[in-house]
């Protein structure tokens, strides 16, 4: 009985170490398998601000001196005097977006009939009108334009910027009788994302 048991023992040793020396085969070829692998670079979406911002500017003084930044212009109406003029609008670097620029220029009082001047607000400056006879004008800008910035009102042979003259025909009575003379200028900009050939709907949207 005992050689029996012996022997069982023994093929129950050596199936054990048979075995044994299977799994540590198996482990060897697992580790030393190269299986087909690829991998591709990471993209990273990423969404930054994005601004629109325009100034307009006058910096020349009815007296001759110059103010960087006025908020009141203002002369006497004397007959047959010319004033130097240089309102100036200008879409900033800060503007990384296709915009539509605006002007709004209203000639108010006795503007037309007192004042002399060539408004830059024209198809041939690359403006248009929204409306006939709206005098609102705008412009697409774009960042990458190489200009941005436009005068708006046309000088003479002594003055580039621009400039108005008082007409020879105005009057201390006809001025006394008239209010004011008033050329008023205000700009806007508003995205073209979302009004694409739509500039009436832009400015209906900025109002």
């Not at 990471?42 to 020349?60: M, P, Q, R, Y």
């Not at 006497?76 to 977006?97: F, L, Q, R």
């Not at 198809?123 to 009108?129: F, L």
């Not at 205000?186 to 832009?202: K, L, R």
Request: proline share 3%; with cysteine.
């Amino acid at each position: 009985m005992s050689k029996k048991r012996n022997a069982r023992r023994r093929t129950r040793n050596v199936l054990l170490i048979v075995s044994m020396m299977l799994v540590v085969a198996m482990a060897s070829v697992g580790a030393t398998v190269a299986w087909l692998t690829d991998d591709t670079d990471t993209i990273i979406n990423t969404f930054t601000s994005a601004g629109v911002e325009i100034d307009l500017t006058e910096t020349k003084q009815p007296d001759g001196s110059t103010e960087t930044t006025p908020t009141k212009w203002e002369a006497k109406m004397v007959p047959g005097v010319t004033y130097a003029k240089n309102p100036y609008v200008e879409v900033k670097s800060a503007t990384d977006v296709p915009v539509y620029l605006f002007v709004k220029f209203e000639e108010n009082a006795a503007a037309k009939s007192y004042l002399t001047y060539t408004s830059k607000l024209t198809s041939d400056d690359g403006w248009t009108e929204l409306t006939a006879d709206s005098g609102i004008w705008y412009r697409v800008v774009n960042p990458t334009d190489t200009t941005k910035g436009w005068y708006l009102l046309a000088g003479n042979n002594t003055y580039t910027d621009g400039c108005v003259t008082v007409s020879s025909s105005v009057t201390e009575n006809n001025m006394s009788t008239a209010s004011a003379a008033e050329l008023k200028y205000t700009a806007y900009a508003i995205q073209v994302a979302g009004f694409e050939n739509n500039a009436a709907g832009a400015w209906d949207e900025i109002n």
